[in-house]
């Protein structure tokens, strides 16, 4: 799993971006398990995420932050990606921020995207 922690900040709620190999429900349950373990991440507000399983078709939560896991999902598709799970976990910070967390939901995909596409360097972590 690769794990891009602060990508975006803003009005108080923190975005991150995990992104991990999976072929079924059981191993998206797993990684999202091992997520939620970690101290940080288990008080996180949301963990939205999508996967398209070369077994199993689309699939996608949004965990109350709704339509997220649809344009995760959406990305995934555009890319071709199979496999491979997007989870983008939101801290709440207080303040609604309507459609601006889409864009950031957004920006989030893209560095795990961009995660799945460059060698590791010192922004991510693998675990």
Known sequence: ????????RDRGSRYAASVGDVTSKAEIDLLLAKLR???KFAKATHHSWAAVLANGGPLKNDDGEAGA???????????GVIDRIIVVTR??????????????????TRAALQ???APLDGTAARS
């Open 1 to 8: 799993m690769i794990v891009l922690e602060d990508i975006v």
């Open 69 to 79: 896991g649809a344009v995760i999902l959406k990305m995934l598709e555009r890319e």
């Open 115 to 117: 995660a799945l596409r």
């Open 37 to 39: 373990s970690r101290r």
């Open 91 to 108: 801290w709440y910070g207080g303040v609604h921020l309507g459609g601006d967390r889409f864009a950031h939901i957004v920006t989030c």
